[in-house]
């Protein structure tokens, strides 16, 4: 079985501060998706990184995909409080020509930023 | 356009009994994915739908099962409900291609009494 471990799985933290979240796994993945979901709402994508050694930034979010493919972090940069939600790491794992795309995802990690 | 719409939002059922469940894909996308979300879980993939047939499957029982419509929009059925079927049931649309972004719907809280 895939397991995505993500840590920590909570995370409380004032205004104006950093945090970053790992996403770890013994399997390698294609590529590595984060999301963000809030309360009575699904999943949103906000990345998905491919290659081995990537780095995206999105505003004060930067996303980096290990080099063997197994692991990735989320890097918050003066994180507000309008960040506040669950933070899900998923990987896929192509099948050959397919469009099979199972997502595997991590338990997840709950953001709170107080004001 | 239109994004992913689940319904119904809440549903309570007893055990045993059986339940339907509906979603339906955003404009454009031919590739509908259902997931359950247990509380203070992420999502675990319970199938995959590309043109109506199925083309990947989690580890769920057979009791769990779906169809996908010529419109793509789609169905999740789940027979002889027990507790542990409680949870947020999430459906997600794309197009064709692992890499497109994949949309997600709201989701159908289920409570299993």
């Known amino acids: 079985t895939q397991l995505l471990e993500q840590s920590p799985q909570f995370l409380s ?3 104006g501060e950093n945090l970053t979240v ?3 796994s013994s399997s390698v993945f ?3 998706q984060w999301y963000r979901q809030e309360p009575g709402e699904g999943p949103v994508l906000l990345v998905t990184v491919v290659t081995g050694g990537e780095v995206k930034k999105l505003k004060r979010l930067t996303f980096q995909f290990g080099d063997a ?3 990735s972090s989320l890097h918050i940069t003066a994180a507000q409080p309008g960040d506040t939600g669950l933070y899900l790491c998923a990987g896929a794992k192509n099948a050959g020509g397919t469009s099979y795309g199972k997502l595997t995802f991590g338990q997840g990690t709950i953001l709170t930023v107080h004001p | 356009e239109t994004g ?3 319904s119904p939002t809440h549903l309570i059922k007893t ?3 059986q339940v339907t469940l509906r979603c339906s894909s955003q404009s454009g ?3 509908v994915s259902w997931y359950q979300q247990a509380l203070g879980q992420g999502p675990q993939f319970i ?3 590309y043109r109506e047939e199925e083309n990947g499957r989690g580890n769920f029982p057979p009791r769990f099962s779906g169809l996908q419509f010529p419109n793509y929009s789609s169905e999740l059925n789940v027979n002889a409900l027990e507790l542990d079927d409680s949870a947020l049931y999430l459906c997600a649309s794309r197009r064709g291609g692992l890499n497109e972004k994949l949309f997600f719907g709201s989701g159908t809280q289920l409570s299993v009494l």
Do not use: A, M, P, W
């Open chain 2, 15 to 17: 055990r045993g009994q």
């Open chain 1, 22 to 24: 790992y996403c770890n």
């Open chain 2, 29 to 31: 996308h031919n590739t």
């Open chain 2, 47 to 49: 199938f995959q739908y």
């Open chain 1, 30 to 32: 294609s590529s590595l």
């Open chain 2, 4 to 6: 992913v719409t689940q």
């Open chain 1, 69 to 71: 493919r197994k692991d």
């Open chain 1, 13 to 15: 933290i004032q205004e």
